[in-house]
């Protein structure tokens, strides 16, 4: 047998250094991938809860608005031009009306097919049309909230790879949903949205 010679020794020598130091390394990137992962502003959710009074029969009204469907597989970033052009869009053309006034009641979501409507037909025509342009359906869930004067708003959250997004009629920028400083309540349930869940307050 030929004898190793003093590099081969020496290389030897340091292989378990460098094994140690190649662990260290991918230890590093991945806990780092995985707290970016845990740390991604996304709403925290709770127990299943009733539906917002105007939400009772959403289901049935509008069976898409309830829908599962799987990953669209559009690129994220087209993803993102889709969801800024038809939020600000349909901020424009719709007009915002009380349900008290146009229905004669406080709480009725629909479809705004009049060009005019209240925070949660804002949100429902966002997500339909949103829809009809490829966008997965469990990415795009209807909330309920308190706003900054405390009072009752419905908004279309989109849940992107940097966390929930708001999309809001009294704005065209969309925020991220703790840039908003609402009070969050309710949520669509993203793996069943025909049901609602309470949002975490933790």
Not at 152 to 168: F, I, K, M, T, W
Not at 177 to 192: A, C, G, S, V
Request: a neutral charge.
């Amino acid at each position: 047998m030929t004898e190793p010679t003093s590099a081969q020794e020496r290389s030897s020598e340091k292989l378990p250094v460098y094994l140690s130091m190649a662990c260290i390394i991918c230890s590093y990137f991945v806990s780092a991938a995985t707290l970016q992962a845990s740390e991604l502003p996304l709403i925290k959710l709770d127990r299943e809860i009733q539906a917002p009074s105007g939400a009772k029969s959403l289901c049935k009204d509008y069976s898409w608005a309830c829908a599962i469907t799987s990953n669209s597989g559009l690129p994220e970033a087209r993803e993102k031009q889709i969801v800024e052009t038809i939020n600000t869009r349909v901020n424009r053309k719709i007009r915002a009306v009380s349900d008290q006034s146009q229905y004669g009641t406080n709480e009725y979501w629909t479809l705004p097919t009049q060009g005019s409507g209240d925070c949660e037909d804002f949100a429902l025509q966002k997500k339909f049309e949103l829809m009809q342009n490829g966008l997965d359906p469990t990415k795009l869930l209807i909330a309920t909230v308190l706003d900054t004067n405390r009072s009752g708003h419905a908004v279309l959250v989109y849940r992107s790879s940097e966390g929930d997004l708001v999309l809001d009629n009294v704005t065209n920028r969309i925020k991220s949903w703790k840039e908003t400083k609402y009070l969050f309540l309710r949520i669509q349930d993203p793996i069943h949205p025909d049901r609602w869940v309470q949002v975490s307050k933790g």
